[in-house]
């Protein structure tokens, strides 16, 4: 399944060093690439954590954008992921334009990386997600599994309940599973049409919102 390419950081950030020096140095050493240091500092400020830009501003065959940085986990302060690419010179990006931008920087931040010796690591899912990529715990990706061999998937209604043990084990295990990719999926990986994709989307979304409202039933 083709996806937006994921892009995580992990820097070894000691000796007062942040993220914008980390990406100041690379942009510095990296042709094709700057380091805008007033939006850094205005997306950090509404992230309210560590984050910030590198720009690619001349890299050739790509589209000028900023590939915005931050960190999603304040348990973990020198993790950090890609969490968007912002075009500069149109409305919006292809799935293609946003995964070769995203590749690149992926790439040519790594070598810097090894090149200076600076401590980290990138690494990159996608943008082609198997299975595994996306439903990551085997529990539930075993339920999924079943329920696609089940005889007709959204009509009979012990199939049905085999989707509903799966999203089940969805709540049970907090999986990270999404499920507008589980859509897609059914449809670029098991040629389902668009409109019943879309009704086990929002099978899927109902039957966690019923599960978190059951959790929380007590405080009612």
């Known amino acids: 399944m083709k996806a937006h390419v994921e892009i995580y950081i992990r820097l070894k950030l000691d000796n007062g060093k942040t993220l914008h020096d980390v ?33 690619c501003v001349s890299v050739r ?12 986990d304040i348990k973990h302060p020198n993790s950090f992921r890609v969490t968007n690419i912002v075009p500069q010179e ?3 990006l292809t799935l293609e334009q946003y995964n070769a931008i995203g590749l690149a920087f992926a790439r040519q931040f790594g070598s810097w990386l090894r090149k200076d010796r600076v401590r980290g690591t990138v690494k990159v899912v996608g943008p082609n997600k198997k299975l595994e990529d996306i439903i990551k715990g085997s529990k539930c990706r075993r339920l999924f599994e079943a329920w696609l061999h089940t005889p007709t998937l959204i009509s009979h209604p012990a199939d049905i ?60």
């Open 90 to 92: 149109c409305s919006s």
């Open 23 to 55: 990406l100041r140095q690379f942009a510095g050493k990296t042709k094709g690439w700057s380091f805008p240091v007033k939006p850094s500092e205005d997306y950090q400020g509404l992230h309210r954590g560590p984050a910030g830009y590198a720009d």
């Open 161 to 220: 309940q085999a989707l509903h043990v799966f999203i089940c084990a969805l709540f049970r295990y907090g999986s990270a599973a999404r499920s507008y990719e589980i859509g897609q999926f059914l449809i670029e990986d098991r040629g389902w049409k668009p409109n019943a994709a879309k009704c086990v989307v929002a099978e899927i979304e109902k039957g966690l919102e019923i599960l978190t409202v059951n959790r929380n039933f007590h405080r009612w």
């Open 61 to 72: 065959g790509l589209k000028r954008a900023g590939v915005a940085i931050a960190n999603v």
